[in-house]
């Protein structure tokens, strides 16, 4: 079996990805009629790229602070149909229905910025089409630093930290070793929808990079902020509803030109070409990403289970925006069913106490934890204040909706509390090195409330206050490949995801059932 090449950074900061969560707010506009999601667009016909040009600017100025590496690397000469690579589980594995890709011919894997990387740097086929924290550490160590990942405009957690020196160079890109986070450099939104101020910034930990006007924040209310995030996996793209964490890109085009003139410092003057774009596009629509082998369940195609990417291909012929969604913006009508995976069902049947056996049932049984358990959701923005009730009965499904994949099926970003800080701070996560911000609103309905978290999310694109905190949550294939967790990183390991949800919503899993759920969400 073949070991994924290790390649150069991405201009893609979460490359375009799963949406998730699910935004009530989005009653206002009705349910949205039904679409391949291969042309998915931004399910807000209102979204533009009012961020863009700011966010680019930033980045072309960041190219004062001059990156003593140069180069890109190679890259490998062909991604055929159906590659599988190692991963800390087992093998992870690519299918590509229309047939292999040649990168020397793919915009995806050409060097079309000033900085050496390319989408490929940051969306490799080994770590889920993202990057993982692990695998990001071994390319420090390998190349010492001069990877293109580790580049200043956002690799570092300031595009002024010093980096001659190896020891300059580790401290500098500790948030990207550690845990495999890009800064992602947004500008405060415009005032006639700026609902907030930032009051109060702890930068200490990213070289005070937020509170430098050079590079971060001229005001309480202008400037450029910058948030720390997951690259998000350029696998699976057909099954989206939202691009990025926080919805800001309306299409992948647009979404691939952004990330080229940002995170690989492209020259405005000389923008990706529409036969670039599509290439792009193309390829990233075009392949279907899955755990393949667990190194205890073994194969995840075996008696009748349907695990793998070429299953999941087979999905999406039945994929539409809005499919399952829980509360009522399905266009078909059909009643929500929380049992949105059903991989491992046959399992549960299995016969016999060998070792292969009893871990193919822990993997059934936790497919039937995340199905069947019952969440008592409180204090979900998105969901609670939307539906003005404190308690909501929910489900995993509730807000991971479309079947056998896990992200939300319609536009939907919301707050479960991981950029919480302060006295908030987050259950089971870690959420230390990264910047905390407080935020008061000023105007709108939340007007006078106080926010402290580690991201505003969607907030630095809507400036709405409603929006402080929230993000979509990604789809869920491929997950063994990709720690950490969640957008900032906060969950080392899958335990770390599940316990923070059992203890943020007092759900009373047993170990058993830990077990079992972890051991699931490793074969997805």
């Known amino acids: 079996m073949k070991k994924g090449a290790i390649a150069a950074f991405s201009l893609f900061e979460t490359l375009r990805f799963p949406v998730a969560g699910l935004a009530l707010v989005f ?80 915009a995806f894997f050409q060097n079309l910025g000033t900085n050496g990387r390319t989408c490929f740097s940051c969306h490799q086929p080994q770590e889920g089409w993202t990057v993982s924290s692990a695998g990001v550490h071994a390319r420090f160590e390998a190349s010492g630093g001069t990877d293109p990942i580790f580049r200043l405009v956002d690799g570092a957690t300031c595009p002024s930290d010093k980096v001659k020196t190896l020891a300059e160079k580790r401290k500098a ?37 937020i509170t430098n006007p050079a590079t971060g924040l001229t005001s309480k209310t202008t400037g450029i902020v910058s948030v720390f995030r997951r690259p998000l996996p350029s696998t699976n793209l057909g099954f989206l509803s939202t691009i990025m964490f926080d919805g800001r890109e309306p299409d992948l085009e647009s979404q691939a030109i952004d990330a080229t003139l940002t995170h690989a410092q492209g020259n405005p003057n000389t923008p990706l070409t529409v036969e670039q774009q599509r290439q792009i596009v193309d390829f990233e629509t075009g392949i279907f990403t899955a755990q393949n082998f667990d190194n205890e369940a073994h194969s995840l195609h075996a008696r009748n289970a349907t695990g793998g990417p070429r299953a999941l291909s087979a999905e999406l012929s039945k994929f539409f925006i809005g499919v399952n969604d829980p509360f ?95 006295a908030n701070s987050p259950p089971a996560l870690d959420i230390s090195g990264l910047p905390v911000f407080t935020l008061k609103c000023t105007q709108g309905p939340l007007a006078g409330q106080t926010y402290v978290v580690t991201d505003p999310g969607r907030a630095l694109i809507s400036g709405q206050c409603a929006d402080i905190g929230k993000v979509k949550g990604p789809i869920l294939r491929g997950l063994a490949a990709r720690a950490p967790y969640f957008h900032n990183g906060s969950a080392a390991t899958l335990l770390d995801a599940v316990n923070f949800y059992d203890q943020r919503f007092n759900i009373g899993f047993t170990d058993k059932q830990k077990e079992d759920l972890v051991n699931f969400l490793k074969t997805l």
Not at 31 to 39: D, E, L
């Open 27 to 106: 009653f206002l506009d009705g349910p949205p009629p039904p679409a391949s999601a291969q042309t998915a667009k931004s399910a807000d016909p209102a979204q533009t790229r009012a961020w863009a040009p700011a966010a680019i600017d930033h980045a072309q100025k960041m190219r004062k602070f001059k990156d003593p590496d140069l180069g890109s690397q190679p890259v490998p000469p062909v991604i055929p149909r159906f590659e599988v690579d190692e991963d800390p589980s087992g093998t992870i594995a690519t299918f590509q229905p229309g047939g292999p890709t040649f990168p020397p011919l793919n």
């Open 173 to 209: 890109y500790k948030l990207v070793i550690d845990k495999g986070l890009i800064r992602i450099g947004l500008a405060m939104p415009d005032p006639p929808k700026l609902q907030f101020e930032v009051t109060k910034v702890d930068d200490s930990d990213v070289n005070h990079c």
């Open 328 to 422: 009522g913006l399905n266009p078909t009508g059909a009643p929500f069913d929380p049992n949105i995976f059903n991989l491992y069902k046959p399992w549960l049947s299995l016969r016999g106490q060998n070792d292969e056996t009893q871990d193919r049932k822990s993997v059934a049984h936790g497919e039937e934890v995340f199905n069947t358990t019952r969440i008592n959701i409180t204090d979900v923005a998105g969901i609670n204040d939307v539906l003005h009730v404190k308690n909501f009965s929910g489900f995993c499904a509730t807000c991971h909706d479309t079947p056998n994949v896990g992200d939300h099926s319609v536009k939907a970003p919301l707050n479960i509390g991981i950029a919480n800080a302060g």
